[in-house]
C-alpha cells in the first residue's frame, strides 16, 4: 500500500511512473501510469515480479541502484534509459524498511529531442523523395561507400549489387566518363573544393542515365580526408532537351544558311536585268519608277539575305573580322548614304549631330556601316510619316553599367546614338528586344515589320568589335534611343 499519508486514487492521477518492489522485485504497488507503461492494469500486475515484465532490467544499472538504495536506506536519483523504448526517464528511489517506493518521469526534453528528429528525418526523406534525390556517404579511410534508396534507382541496380565501395561505384558509370569523375573527385579533395559533376551511367539493360551529384570532404586534424557526403539528382530529362535544342538550333542556323544562299542566285541575274533595261529600255516615266523600284526592293532583298547569312555565320563561329584603324564619322556618313532614299520615301526629317574632331577606332568600316544601316532601319520601320530620325556622334566617358558584356576599357569611349519619335518599346520588351527573330508586333499600316533579326545581328557584331549596343524607351509612344559604345584607339583616348 502507498503510505498513509497519499490516498492512492490520488497517485493514479499522476502522469509519472510510480511502483513499490520488494528485494525480489515483486510488485506491491503500481499507479495507473505505471501499469499503462508495462502494458497492463495495476490489478493484473501486483505480485508479479518486475523482472519478468522488463526484460532489460536484470544487471542493468537501473537495478543496482534501487538495492544501494534498499541497503543504504537512503533516497536515490538518478537517469536510466529503456533499451525497450529508447526514452530516458528521471528516476527517484525512496526506501521504506523492505519496500523501495520508485518513481520515474519520463524526460521530456529527451523525447522532445527524439520528437523533433524523427520528424526532420521524416521531412528530409519526403523532400528527397519528392525532389527525387538520392544522397551518399563516402568513409573513404574505410573505402565504404553508403547510398540511399534512389541512387540504386538511379543506377538500376539492386542493393544486392552494389558491394558498398568505391571500385563498385565506378563500375556502374559510364565507362567513357570514368575518368572525369575519378578525377573531379582528386580534385576537390586535393583543393578542398566542392565536389561537382554531371556524368553518365550505365545500367545493366544498356540504358544511358545522365546524373547531376554535388559532395564536401570532411577532414581530420592533420588535414586528411576522412569522409565525403553529397546529394546526387537524375537530370536525364533535363540534359536532353538540352541536346534536343542544340539539334535544333543547328538544323536551323543550317536552313538559314542554305535558304539564303538559295535565295541571294537569282538576285544577280535579276539586278543585271534591270541595268540592261535602264539603258535599253523605255525613257517613259512610269517605266523609270518601276525599273527604281525593282532596284531598291532587289538591295533591300539582298540586305535581308546578307543579315541572314551574317547571322548564321556568327551563331556557328564562322565570321571574321577585317580590322583596320577608320573614322567613325565616316561610317556614319557611309550608312546615312545607303539609307537617306528609305528616309525620304518613309517620310521622316533626318538630324545628324557629328563631332567636329576624328573618333578613331579599330573595326571593320563594312561591318560597322551594317551595324548603323540597321539601326536607322529600325527607326524608319516604326516612326510614323512626319516623324523625327536623329543621328549622333561624341567621344564620352564610358558610363556602362556593372553587369553589361563590356569590352570597353574604363575611361572615353565613342557613343553612337539613333534616336526616333515612333512607336516607343514596351518596358516588358527592352529586355528581349535583341533575340534572333523578335519584333514590335507590326500594325496594319506599318506591316514591313521586317524579320526580327536586325537587332540581333548589330548587337552581336559591336559585342565582336568589344562594344556594346543598349535600347532605351519610355515606352509606347514615346519613341526610342539606341546607345553604341565602341572603345576608341589609344591615340584618341590620350
Known sequence: MPPAEVPPDVLDLVTDGIIAVDHEWRLH??????????GSTPAELLGQSLRKLRSDLPESAFEAEVQTALGSGKPRSFESVSTVSGRSYLVRVLPRGEIAWIASVENTDS???ED??????????LALTAGRCGVWDWDITANRVVWSEHLYEFHGIEPSDFDGSVEGFTRVVHPEDVGRVQQAVQHSLQTRSPYELE??????????????????????????????LGATVDVTDR??????????????????AMLAHELRNPLAPIMNA??????????????VRQRAIIHRQVRHLSRLLEDLLDVSRITRGRISLDRQP??????????????EESIRQAGLILHLDLTDTPVSISGDPTRLEQVLYNLINNAIRYT????????SLAVEESDVMEGETVGIPSGMAAILRVMDTGRGIPPDQLGSIFELFTQLEATMDRAQGGLGIGLTLARNLLLLHGGTLEARSEGPGTGAEFVVRLPISNSEAG
Not at 533595261?277 to 523605255?282: A, M, N, V
Not at 577608320?326 to 539609307?339: C, K, M, P, Q
Open 29 to 38: 504497488y503500481l499507479n495507473q501510469e505505471a501499469a499503462e507503461r508495462l
Open 111 to 113: 523525447r522532445r529531442r
Open 326 to 339: 577608320i573614322d567613325l564619322r565616316d561610317v556614319v556618313r557611309h550608312a546615312l548614304d545607303a539609307s
Open 116 to 125: 523533433e528528429l524523427r520528424a526532420t528525418e521524416e521531412r528530409l526523406r
Open 239 to 256: 540534359v536532353q532537351r538540352e541536346v534536343a535544342l542544340k539539334e535544333e538550333a543547328r538544323r536551323k542556323d543550317e536552313f538559314l
Open 384 to 391: 510614323p510619316a512626319g516623324g523625327e530620325i536623329t543621328v
Open 199 to 228: 556524368f553518365r551511367t550505365l545500367r545493366p539493360d544498356g540504358t544511358v542515365r545522365w546524373l547531376s551529384t554535388n559532395g564536401n570532404a570532411l577532414y581530420d586534424a592533420a588535414g586528411n580526408p576522412v569522409r565525403m
Open 274 to 287: 534591270v541595268q540592261i533595261l535602264d539603258h535599253i529600255g523605255s525613257p517613259e516615266p512610269r517605266a
